[in-house]
């Protein structure tokens, strides 16, 4: 068992290839989603869904009010751009 950040970020690398075609489940809501490990770094991992507008109102339409679809929604509509000074 990994135990800590160094050797997690070396067994990564090691496997970056094989991991950077993986997908990983994650719980959001009711909901699992997929999403793909697009990148693995020396200080990170990057992990990227894609979702599609007609999706979002699909899943909310259909009872989704607090999934990823929902959090995505709701993020873009209370976004304001902020003020430069």
Known sequence: MIDNADDLRDKANEFKPGLKKQFINLPIGDEEYGFKISGIGAKSVKIEKYIK???????????????????????????????EE
């Open 53 to 83: 507008y007609e999706d979002i109102f699909e899943a909310i339409e259909s009872g989704n009010d607090n999934g990823l679809e929902a959090i995505i929604k709701q993020f873009i509509e209370d976004y304001e751009e902020e003020d």
